[in-house]
C-alpha cells in the first residue's frame, strides 16, 4: 500500500485519495461520500465546529454563528494574513484554513485507518493571475499550513496534469489530450501526450507540451448570475433620491462567496441604514437590510448555485427565495445566464487558445478533451471550449474525483 495520499484541497469541494493495490481509492470523508464540501460551520448555539455537509445543514436550519467557505481563494491575497470574527474572537485566516485542512487529513486517515505524513497537494495553474510573486506565496502558504497539521512531505501537482494522470490509467493507445479542469476558483488547461506506455515514467515534463489557467471558476459564474438576476430585487443599480446610484459594493459582496461576510460588519451595516434612508426605491433597500440582519447571505448564495447547476441540463429554473422579505419566486433562464457569463467564457476560452498556440498545436491535432472539476457542466463554456478543438472526442471524467485520484497516482510514484 501507497505511504502517501493526495489531497485536492479545492474552493467548493475537496478529497482525498490513496492508492491500494495499483488503483487509486477515493476515501470516504464525510457520511461514506469521497467529498467534503469546502465549508466550516462556528455554531454559535451548540459551541461546536461544523464541516462540509454537516456545516450547510446546521446553517440552513438556522442556527447562529458563521460560515466561512471558498476559503482556497484567500491564498495569495492580502486578505490571507488578515482575521475574521467568530464568537466575539479574532480567528486568523491562516488558522481557519489549518483546521479545515487538519479536519481533511484526520476523516482520511480514520477512512483508511492508518496515518498519513506524506502529501501531494493539488494546485491551479495560477493562484493568482498575472503575478508570480503571489501566486508563490500561495503555494508556500499551503505548504506551511500544510506541515502545521503533520504532513512532513509535501509535494504539488497542478490540478489538470493530475486529472491527465487519472485519465490515463483508463486508456490503452497514445493520445494528445486537452485536459479541461473547471473548478470551483479557477479553469485549467493541460496538453499532454498520454499513453500507458508513457504512465509508467517518474518524470513526466516531457509528456506535458503547455499548461494555462485563468483564476475563473464556479464561484464566479454564481457571482455574474447573482448580480444579473437576484441582487436588483435587493436594490442593485437602483437609485438614491439625489439620483446617483447606489453603492455596488453591497452587492457584490454578497454575490462573492468569500466575502459575504464583509456584508455584515457594524460598518456596513451603519452605511446602509443611511442609504435606505435616501432610497429612491426603499423597499428593495429594506429587502437588502432584512437579508443582511438575518444573515442569510450564504442562504441567498446557495439558491444562486443551485440555479446556476440546474441550467446545465435545463433551459429555465426558478429560485424560491423564501426568505425575503416579501417572498419571491424567481425564474431564471439559460439564456441570462449565458449573457451574464459572456465576459466569463471568452476569457477562458482565450486562455486555451493562447495554450495551443504556445504548444504549437494544431487544433485538429487534439484527440480528446477531457472534462473535470464541477463547474464543468456549465453548458455554455464547455460547449465553447470543445468548438476550439473540434475534431476531438468529448469524455467526461468524474468530476469531482479525477484530480484526487491522479494525486494519489502521483503521491505513489513520488513517495512509494
Known sequence: MAIACGVDFGTSNSTVGWVQPGQPVM?????????????????????????????????????????????????????????????????????????????????????????????VFGRP??????????????????????????????????????????????ISREELVLIADIGGGTSDFSLLRLSPQRAAKVERRDDILANGGVHIGGTDFDKYLSLASVMPLLGYGSRLRNNSEVPSSYYFNLATWHTINQA????????????????????????????????????????????????????????????????????????????????LVSSVENTVQALLRDAGVAPDAVDTVFFTGGSSGVRLLRERIAALVPTARRVEGDLFGSIGAGLALDAARKFG
Open 264 to 343: 455584515y460588519t457594524k460598518k456596513a451595516s451603519l452605511q446602509l441604514a443611511d442609504l435606505l434612508r435616501d432610497a429612491a426605491e426603499q423597499d428593495k433597500l429594506q429587502r437588502l437590510q432584512n437579508l443582511i440582519d438575518d444573515r442569510a447571505g450564504h442562504w441567498l448564495a446557495l439558491q444562486v448555485e443551485q440555479g446556476k447547476i440546474s441550467l446545465s441540463d435545463a433551459e429555465q429554473a426558478v429560485l424560491e427565495l423564501d426568505r425575503l422579505a416579501p417572498p419571491v419566486a424567481l425564474e431564471i433562464t439559460r439564456a441570462q445566464f449565458d449573457a451574464a457569463s459572456e465576459q
Open 125 to 170: 495553474v495560477h493562484f493568482i493571475d498575472d503575478n508570480p510573486v503571489h501566486d508563490q506565496l500561495a503555494q508556500d502558504t499551503l505548504e506551511q499550513i500544510a506541515r502545521s497539521v503533520g504532513y512532513k512531505d509535501v509535494a504539488f501537482q497542478f490540478e489538470p496534469i493530475a486529472a491527465a494522470f487519472d485519465y490515463e490509467s483508463q
Open 27 to 119: 476515501l470516504g470523508l464525510e457520511d461514506g461520500k469521497v467529498t467534503l464540501p469546502s465549508v466550516v460551520f462556528f455554531n454559535a448555539d451548540d459551541e461546536v465546529v461544523r464541516y462540509g455537509r454537516a456545516a450547510l445543514a446546521d446553517y440552513l436550519a438556522g442556527y447562529e454563528g458563521r460560515l466561512m467557505r471558498s476559503m482556497k481563494s484567500l491564498l495569495g491575497t492580502s486578505l490571507m494574513e488578515g482575521q475574521t470574527e467568530v464568537a466575539g474572537r479574532a480567528l486568523p485566516f491562516r488558522t481557519l484554513l489549518a483546521q479545515f485542512i487538519g479536519e481533511l487529513k484526520h476523516r482520511a486517515e480514520q477512512a483508511a485507518g492508518r496515518e498519513f505524513s506524506s502529501a
